[in-house]
């Protein structure tokens, strides 16, 4: 029985992840313990975490794998540095002195983090480590794999197949060639931040017209039928600058991009629409051809790319695949659970497990939880006001004051691990309300008015609302809501432009239901989690309605929350009218000032 960390450091959101005998036993982004969003640094917090909930000691370890290969990474940048001298000398010089001072030395800093390890420490390659998260702990014994990124060593894409225990990659594209990197392009044309707000521009994309779709194929992407492209790196400056695009980009486009924080024009909608065609269009000619080449039914996703669920939903609709599976931590953080499973099945040999059914991410239900004392330990220390309720008569109460248009914070038993908060550190409220959507955004998250919500909703009563039959228990599935549920718009409303449109209710469940009449669905399935289904069911007794609104506990520019202290900061910052912590429930009204010297550091935030 072999105990393996993975781990992914330095680029992106690091995260690690603790297997044991082919389990999953934990995992957990860094951002979470220091409170730093996508925290890109050695991840010690989340490496303390693993091993506390594994009960091991690093010296006990049999095997630790990285999600890369540093040292080809490093033959990459430098080669295309020397390919463009001499531009690019302030992006050497920026990279640099960060690759000699601890990337180029991973081993190193692994073995220092482990004091006490001594044990071997293994480098799979970047898409590598994508391809073993989407394969090895999906539902399939067998299935065609995809992964889509920014870039890892060379690699940008990569397709290949998986069967039990074995996984074999067979082409990929390489760098500079890279969706993602179009995809960032575009984010950061359109004012948003790379490697962060790539969802923000897939969330604009339905208030624009993809009026540039033509212009994009005619100058910038070279697509073939099998998916594979090239991009004119005239109008790009990834390649050896600071910024994703150049002068030429900009002309392309009749101006400079969008200074952050400025005001949306429409012109930002319709490139974000434009891109998002684009993109969509691509990855449905990569799946056709894994399909044409491996003849398998199945497919797994993974890689950033993967988290554009607008593409993922019309990939289950238009696509040659019957079923997908997506790792739901598909960036750079799910490497950590990639590279442990594929030591431990590739290098070691070991078979997979058998499963009868769902998968082996446990609904990403991966990360720490708080016992009853330990809330109560916390509230006493901080002078909260709080309720302890049995948890029938939490859910009741829940319920009710969801039922009433109430905001409620809700925090439960393990961190989700990846991007999605499903069910356990989440904002809750009533997909019934028009104003939901603005209360929410402007009031409590702080975030853009365009930015749309998701709805949970009881997996056995998801084809009622929603054109989708299949499970999307991670919230990476986009599907139309049902006719019967939508609200058509009048002549007048239909004249509307962009965010103007914004205000116009599109369905029955107005607060989760986007301009174009789609979603981005949770279901919610009592094995996996259910406390949560015990409240949403509770919430269709009292309603009729069987879903609830679902956003990530956190306010823009955090992570997600992931202590009882770090919830109950963002509840008192915020205008949420109540909060849950485990058996506990906090009124706003009641509570008194948020203390001043009070150590508002997570509980696992060690320096």
Known sequence: MATILGISAYYHDSAACLVRDGEIVAAAQEERFTRK????????????????????????????????????KFE??????????????????????????????TRDQIRRALGGYAGPVLFAEHHESHAASAFYPSPFAEAAVLTMDGVGEWATSSYGVGRGKDLELFAELHYPHSLGMLYSAFTYYTGFKVNSGEYKVMGLAPYGTPRYVDLIFDKLVQLKDDGSFKLNLDYFNYVHGLTMTNGAFDRLFAGPPRKPESPITQREMDVAASVQVVTEEIVLRM??????????????????????????????????FERLWIQPAAGDAGGAVGVALAIEHKVLGNARRE?????????????????????????????????????????????????????????????????????????????????????MNLKIKFREGFRPFAPSVLREHLSEYFELDVDSPYMLLVAPVRAPHRIPMSAEQQRLFGIEKLNVPRSSIPAVTHVDYSARIQTVHAETNPTYHALLSRFHQLTGCPVLVNTSFNVRGEPIVCTPRDAYRCFMRTEMEHLVLGPYLLDKAKQPPLRDDVDWRSEYQLD
Request: proline letters at 6%; one cysteine or more.
């Open 37 to 72: 969003k996508h925290d890109a640094g050695f991840p010690s917090h989340a490496v303390a975490y693993c091993l506390g909930a594994g009960g091991i000691e690093p010296s006990r370890l049999d095997y630790v794998g990285f999600y890369d290969k540093p040292l080809l």
């Open 287 to 320: 799946a056709r051809h894994v399909q044409r080449e491996t003849g398998l039914a199945n497919l797994c996703l993974a890689g950033g790319v993967a988290l554009n669920c607008v593409a993922n939903g019309r990939l289950l609709r238009e696509g040659p």
């Open 76 to 105: 990459r940048l430098l080669e295309n540095y020397c390919g463009v001298a001499p531009r690019g000398l302030r992006s050497f010089l920026t990279a640099m002195p960060v690759w000699l001072k601890e990337k180029l030395f």
């Open 355 to 439: 499963r009868a059914e769902g998968d082996g991410m446990k609904g990403s239900y991966l990360g720490p939880a708080f016992s009853d004392d330990e809330i109560a330990r916390f509230l006493a220390a901080t002078g909260a006001v709080a309720e302890k309720l049995p948890l029938p008569s939490l859910i009741e109460r829940t319920a009710e004051l969801l039922a009433q248009e109430k905001v409620v914070g809700w925090l439960q038993g393990r961190m989700e691990f990846g991007p999605r908060a499903l069910g356990n550190r989440s904002i809750l409220g009533d997909p019934r309300s028009p104003r939901m959507q603005s209360v």
